[in-house]
């Protein structure tokens, strides 16, 4: 199927959150007739109908629970939620009939106009995303910021004109299902173990990541780590224009830190961009961002003067190793989006203090051995919480570290810390963990950080 013949066609969105919500609208535009699936039975319709924009409420087929053999028979195209895996049972049975599927970020390409620049990887999307995103807003008169980031891409799509750059946040699961996806400039940050509960395995994993490059060609370029063993090991075989960044080799070409300068290197020849203490971010992993970030805006042709007056003036985006306090003499940090250990890692290697570090939550599969390794002399005190605290405990036990303690909640863990914090002391919120088991989402937990910080 092609966008062309989606005109009058059933389209079956399924979940009914951000992503299905502006493929509905999207849909709807083009004159699809889309009908939602929600499978989770103790949601209503009337709860659905709420999130949809006025124009789609009085013309949207929504249905609950299971979808009729007949109804899927009637089905041109399914457009799933990233939540949903592609091997679920309502996804296999739409395999077996041979309907097509799209995922969001296929379906809103298909219509969407202008350049692409798609950034994925383990860790490091949101911020590098929103500082890419700043960078094109600063340079190109029009600019969308687009997919996991919490803007659906779907829904911004038939608003762009030939002349817009789109800068998209693209996970894993919304790249399970692409077809004429093409970004102009990609990257990929970085290949750590996350949601293999989803992907099974790391090759699976990787090479869902390496999707982002689907259907480029040696015109088009991709930004890569070149620290990391999988993303280094991609470049053999990427169909594009490869560049570099790294924060322990010198590169022949690419962007490299030496010291505390980044450069930029073309056939040896390396040029001074800026001073890592020029920025207000901090840590090694926004190092990486900032390298990768500016890469992606020069094989954009932004000039380095734009960039690098943006990049001075941009601040850590909320909940990724985000100051929020001092209070009593100790620092909070909040690092909630840390959900798998390579994260938060990068949380602990921020600070400069010892730290008394909330860690725990949904298990998503993960080992903690490196990250609790990371622990050095820094983390004086884990409080832990959540689905996986005894299976933290017990990888700590096992690297010598013993200074723990378990909290029932989540309020119980920040009041201890709090109370056992010293003036001079961090706390950082960074949890190497999802935060489904407590939380909906990330966000929710970091919030509820902050304003427990915020009033003490």
Not at 226 to 247: G, H, I, L
Not at 311 to 340: C, L, M, P, Q, W
């Amino acid at each position: 199927m092609n966008a062309k013949e989606i005109n009058g066609k059933k389209v079956l969105v399924i979940g009914t959150g951000l992503s299905g919500v502006g493929s509905v609208r999207l849909l709807h535009r083009v004159g699809a007739v889309p009908v939602m699936l929600e499978e989770n039975t103790k949601v209503t319709k009337e709860d659905i109908v709420k999130k949809l924009h006025d124009e789609d409420k009085d013309n949207t087929d929504i249905i609950i629970g299971e979808i009729s053999d007949d109804m899927l028979d009637e089905i041109a195209l399914v457009v799933p939620s990233p939540a949903v895996p592609l091997d679920a049972p309502t996804i296999m049975r739409i395999k077996e009939k041979n309907i097509p599927i799209w995922s969001e970020i296929e379906l809103a390409y298909n219509f969407a106009k202008g350049k692409l620049v798609a950034i994925t990887g383990t860790n490091g999307k949101t911020t590098t995303t929103t500082l890419v995103g700043e960078i094109m807003k600063a340079h190109f008169k029009s600019s969308y910021v687009v997919g996991n980031i919490g803007v659906s891409y779907a829904e911004s799509a038939l608003d762009m004109t030939d002349d817009t750059v789109t800068v998209g946040e693209i996970s894993s699961f919304q790249l399970e299902a692409v077809d004429n996806f093409h970004a102009q400039v990609s990257a990929i940050l970085n290949i750590t173990p996350d949601h293999l509960n989803r992907h099974h395995t790391m090759e699976c994993y990787a090479q869902m990541k390496q999707n982002i490059t689907h259907n480029q060609t040696a015109d088009d370029t991709c930004v890569l780590n070149y620290d990391n063993q999988y993303t280094r090991e991609f470049a053999k075989k990427c169909p594009s224009k490869v560049v570099f960044f790294s924060t322990t080799e010198k590169l022949e070409d690419g962007f490299y830190l030496d010291g505390e300068e980044i450069y930029m290197s073309i056939s040896g020849e390396a040029v001074r961009v800026m001073n890592i203490h020029d920025m207000n971010l901090v840590g090694m992993c926004n190092v990486e961002n900032v390298m990768a970030a500016i890469a992606m805006s020069v094989a954009m042709d932004v000039p380095l003067t734009t960039i690098l007056k943006v990049i001075r003036d941009f601040k850590a985006v909320e909940h990724r190793i985000e100051f929020v306090a001092t209070k009593n003499g100790v620092d909070y940090y909040n690092d909630s989006k840390g959900t798998n250990p390579d994260a938060a890692i990068q949380g602990i290697k921020a600070m400069c203090k010892p730290t008394i570090l909330i860690g725990g939550g949904y298990d998503k599969g993960s080992e903690y051995d490196e990250w609790i390794e990371n622990f050095g002399d820094t983390v004086k005190l884990l409080v832990l919480i959540g689905q996986t605290k005894e299976k933290i405990a017990e990888c700590a036990k096992k690297h010598g570290f013993t200074k723990y303690v378990f909290k029932d909640t989540f309020e119980e863990a920040l009041e201890y810390c709090s109370a056992n914090a010293d003036e001079g002391d961090a706390v950082l919120l960074s949890p190497a963990c999802a935060s489904w088991d407590m939380f909906p989402n990330y966000e929710t937990r970091g919030k509820k950080f902050k304003e427990y910080v915020n009033k003490l």
